[in-house]
């Protein structure tokens, strides 16, 4: 299908600034051109408007809860719009509180089109904290919780009464870093999470040939893709790394298998962050990945 790339130029869920910058330095690593090559048509919509970041500490638990709100609420709409249109939203983060607004609008949108909805977080975290537990205060923390229906009203209702997924509609893989109280709100949810430990005994593609299993033709793929899933030695450029990620070849293989099953229907790019790189090397690693997401493949036999 074609592609609406969806800039989001915030990083008013984390706790580093930088992210904001992380959709120009995916343009300049030539993300459009990369799916222009991939015979894609890819229309650029720009970068969404939304507040600034007043890097203030937390309040209650939420730093800059209202922000975070208002950026959401910008790109349900936006993500929206481009299903409607029939294109496929790419969201160009920005902070991983955004992955709150996109699928959102993409749930609601399933559900308009009796299509069935996966999720793939892909993610050194579980991204399931709440304001009680959160030892942060970043909503970048809390978007699977809030998906799920755990969080403040603002954020848990943004599609609408019920919350946008269950828990049951997700795989986690690449996780290595998770908070006490946080991994008891997974476990007790019963979260589908693939950690690096497992990674490592069974190996990805059985891994990704679990977390794929019963995708169809009638499922929407939406693959939330934060970039410090991949090892900080291959991927500096994000704001939390956590050692022991994954590797480039195992990256490859996620991406091409998820291409392989055809149903990728949206996708966010998050945590980005530039100023924490040099030379823009992440951002182009994530364009790398990104072609192999879009059926680019190094097989003799395809
Ligand atoms: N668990 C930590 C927190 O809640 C880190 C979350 C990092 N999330 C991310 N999307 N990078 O503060
Ligand atoms: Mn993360
Ligand atoms: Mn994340
Ligand atoms: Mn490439």
Redesign the pocket.
């Known amino acids: 299908p074609p592609v609406s790339l969806i800039g989001v130029p915030t990083d008013i869920g ?2 580093h600034r930088g992210a904001s910058l992380g959709p120009d330095a995916l343009r300049i690593a030539g993300i459009g051109q990369a799916l222009a090559a991939r015979g894609v048509d890819v229309l650029d919509t720009g970068n969404l408007a939304g507040p600034p970041n007043p890097w203030q500490p937390p309040v209650g638990g939420y730093r800059h809860l209202e922000q975070v709100v208002e950026w959401n609420r910008a790109l349900m709409q936006a993500t929206l719009a481009e299903l409607r249109r029939g294109r496929m939203p790419v969201m160009l983060g920005g ?2 509180c955004l992955a709150i607004g996109s699928i959102a609008a993409v749930a609601q949108h399933c559900r308009q089109a009796g299509k069935k909805l996966r999720v793939l977080w892909l ?3 579980a ?1 399931f ?1 709440t304001s009680e537990v ?3 205060g ?1 909503v ?3 978007p699977v919780a809030c998906l799920c229906g755990i969080g403040p009203d603002a954020l848990t209702r943004l599609g609408g009464e019920g919350p946008a997924i269950t828990p049951a509609q997700v795989r986690q893989i690449g996780i290595r ?3 006490p109280e ?1 991994k008891r709100l997974v476990k007790q949810h019963g979260l589908d999470i693939y950690d690096m430990r497992y990674i490592d005994e069974v190996g990805m593609k059985a891994v990704m040939q679990q977390a794929l299993e019963g995708v169809d033709a009638d499922t929407h793929l939406h693959v939330s893709f ?1 970039v ?1 899933f991949l090892d900080p030695g291959i991927a500096p450029g ?3 790394t956590v050692p022991g990620g994954v590797n480039y070849r195992e990256a490859q293989l996620v991406m091409e298998m998820i291409a392989d099953t055809g149903r990728m229907g949206s996708l966010d790019i ?2 980005l962050n530039p100023v924490l790189d040099n030379r823009n090397a992440t951002a182009e690693l994530a364009v790398d990945l990104v072609e192999s997401l879009f059926g680019k493949s190094t097989l003799m036999r395809d």
Do not use: L, R, Y
């Open positions: 984390a706790g902070d991983h993610d050194a975290h991204d904290n959160t030892p942060s970043n970048h923390g809390m870093s998770v908070d946080e934060d410090d994000v704001g939390t998050v945590e």
